[in-house]
């Protein structure tokens, strides 16, 4: 939610900003800034729509500042307008900031700065903020420690989140992060050093990353840094190497990220699977959980909670836990369960699932959870995340950076982790070692049933093609296949714009029905259970209503001819993982169908990746 970079060093920060940027774009695409240090004043270049267009515009006034801040944005306070356009400046010049985050109580001070005649230029919180630091810096005596100071003395009194990147123009070799709430990491390179709302920005440019804790201020100055709280106490700063996330951010042949990553699912289920089943083949072994045993054994209830397709994966995982494990499941919007007063219930344990791991509201309902005094274990995908520290254990997803902002690969991964979790649970509890090996031998086939399907990409391209007129859609399964149909009309709508509705498959009678017409088409998959023929019955009900019906079905399943238009077959599976499967033809269906209607997927309207505001 917003991509922050800055650049301070001996080079000339330009490219490593603009480079940064278009890295960090998945974040927010409704307009994009520069500002230099110039010496004397601050150049500033901003622009609304994407990152191309301010890179023209910055190419042409070519500085050579060794000292640069940039943003891109996606718009909470103000419109998109070139105003409201970070960096912002204070009224007096003298600083400069780009900001993620919504700092609540911003009216406060915007009354109190303009009855001291500050106007401003923007509608935006940030250029309060902004003021609000030159403001402390004008009431502090001159001194080494006077900027940072006044950085110190305005971020207490903000309710809300942030993460800024603050120049002065008094200090020409030092640049200040901060963070509360929203993603800050230190690049430490060579020649140059960076602050950054994730270490992709600097890929190929610094060889370590600092991941900033919440509270916490980054001081860069010269070659040197240091992490200091608000109160100045120097801070532990932990070292990460940056060249495990290199490369895997570049598209390579792909025309979008969505479509790289949607292909790259074999591999990255590898990645998440391997290492991670017992010695004797019965049992799954998922290191994060190590030292919980206790816990795991004697548990009454697990709550998930997440969000977007994150939850619709948790969804998935009730479904599999539950019939493994028999351990009772909820999920939860993470953004509820954080203003719920949920019973405090048994031997609750609290899974947080994120594939950014900076979702605010995940965030904060896990910090609810852990002020319930519950045990809180996370599965993200991105190493030192706010949910990989804050929570008690984990897994790593392993499935490498996510771009695309229609999330997939980790939906997949997600879901495998809680086939995973549910088979340890279970094998603690009553499952037996005949069924865990059995899951075990199906998770292990998963990465070549996903490239089998994914052979398949050309015969789901027509099918889009003979749908893509539609503007409303029904998706339809029953037990762990309805969060899969959740699941495909979200990936549908989000980035295709057209209108579409997961339901559970005798869902439909019930009023969904009502919607039915040759121009609703219902896409429905078909488990490979006893229960398909209620789900075929269901599909004849929407032929008698003369509703198209494409049916998603394994292999065994015999489909009748009058109660589908068109079938797409997967390969029969056990049942752990057949969501995944059934998950992925929905993926490039919604994929095509975006693609024909001239749609850049990767950057849907009004959308961002990590949502880290609430
Ligand atoms: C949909 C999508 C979103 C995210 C949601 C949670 O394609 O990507 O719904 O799943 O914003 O994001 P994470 O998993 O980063 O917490």
């Avoid at 480079?19 to 927010?28: F, Q, S, T, V």
């Avoid at 994009?32 to 609304?48: D, I, K, L, P, Q």
């Avoid at 495998?416 to 603690?428: E, F, H, N, T």
Wanted: glycine residues 10%.
């Amino acid at each position: 939610m917003c991509g922050i970079v800055g650049y301070l060093g001996k080079g000339i920060a330009q490219d490593s900003l603009i480079d940064g940027l278009r890295r960090l774009e998945y974040r927010g695409y409704d307009s994009a800034g520069v500002a230099f240090h110039e010496g004397n004043a601050f150049s500033m270049t901003r622009e609304t729509g994407r990152v191309k267009n301010l890179a023209n515009l910055v190419k042409r006034k070519s500085s050579k500042s060794s000292l640069g801040i940039a943003h891109t944005r996606w718009a909470t306070h103000g419109s998109v307008t070139v105003s409201n356009t970070h960096p912002h400046v204070s009224h007096d010049g003298k600083f400069v900031m780009v900001h993620n985050g919504v700092i609540e109580n911003f009216g406060t001070f915007k009354r109190f700065l303009t009855n001291k005649g500050i106007k401003f230029s923007s509608e935006t919180d940030s250029e309060v903020l902004c003021n609000l630091i030159a403001y402390h810096y004008s009431e502090l005596p001159d001194g080494d420690d006077r900027f940072v100071d006044a950085i110190r003395q305005a971020l207490p009194k903000c309710r809300g989140a942030y993460g800024v990147a603050v120049l002065c123009l008094d200090y020409p070799d030092t640049m200040i992060g901060a963070r509360r709430g929203s993603p800050l990491v230190v690049g430490l390179g060579d020649d140059a050093n960076f602050i950054a709302s994730d270490a992709s920005a600097f890929v190929g440019r610094a060889k370590e990353a600092v991941f900033l804790n919440d509270g916490e201020l980054a001081i860069l100055n010269g070659s040197d840094f240091r992490i200091t709280n608000l109160e100045g106490q120097e801070a532990q700063a932990v070292a990460l190497p940056v060249d495990q996330i290199s490369e895997e951010v570049e598209l390579g042949d792909f025309d979008s990220y969505m479509e790289k990553e949607i292909y790259e699912q074999p591999t990255a289920l590898k990645n998440t699977l391997r290492g991670r089943f017992g010695d004797d083949g019965t049992t799954s072994k998922l290191g994060g959980l190590e030292g919980h045993d206790e816990v795991l054994r004697d548990l009454d209830r697990i709550i998930f909670v997440a969000c977007g397709t994150a939850r619709h994966a948790c969804m998935v995982g009730e479904y599999l836990i539950e019939r493994l494990a028999r351990v009772p499941v909820e999920v939860e919007h993470a953004s509820e369960f954080r203003y719920r007063n949920s019973p405090k219930a048994g031997k609750s344990l609290v899974i947080a699932v994120s594939q950014s791991g900076e979702t605010l509201d995940t965030l904060e309902a896990v910090r609810e959870s852990k002020t319930k005094g519950l045990l809180t274990l996370g599965i993200t995908n991105v190493v030192g995340s706010s949910l990989a520290r804050e929570t008690d254990g984990g897994v790593y997803q392993r499935v490498g950076p996510e771009i695309g902002v229609a999330s997939t690969k980790a939906f997949s991964s997600q879901v495998c982790l809680c086939a995973m979790l549910g088979l340890a649970l279970g094998r603690m509890r009553d499952l037996s070692p005949m069924d865990g090996q059995s899951i075990v031998e199906a998770l292990n086939q998963l990465p070549g049933l996903v490239a089998q399907v994914l052979q398949q990409g050309e015969q789901i391209r027509e099918l889009a093609i003979k749908y893509s007129k539609a503007e409303h859609l029904l998706f339809l399964g029953r037990q762990s296949l309805y969060p899969v149909a959740l699941e495909g009309a979200l990936k549908l709508k989000e980035i295709s714009y057209a209108h579409a509705e997961g339901y559970p498959a005798a869902e439909l009678k019930h009023g969904p029905i009502a919607l039915i017409n040759p121009e609703c088409p219902s896409v429905f998959i078909v488990e490979g259970s006893d229960l398909s023929a209620k789900t075929i019955a269901n599909m004849q009900e929407v032929k008698a209503r003369n509703g198209p019906v494409l049916a998603i079905a394994p292999h065994s399943v015999e489909i009748p001819e009058e109660a589908a238009d068109d079938v797409f077959l997967l390969p029969d599976s056990h049942e752990v993982v057949r969501p995944i499967l059934a998950n992925l033809p929905l993926q490039l269906f919604a994929y095509h169908f975006a693609r024909l209607r001239g749609l850049d997927v990767d950057k849907p309207r009004n959308l961002a990746k990590s949502v880290t505001v609430e």
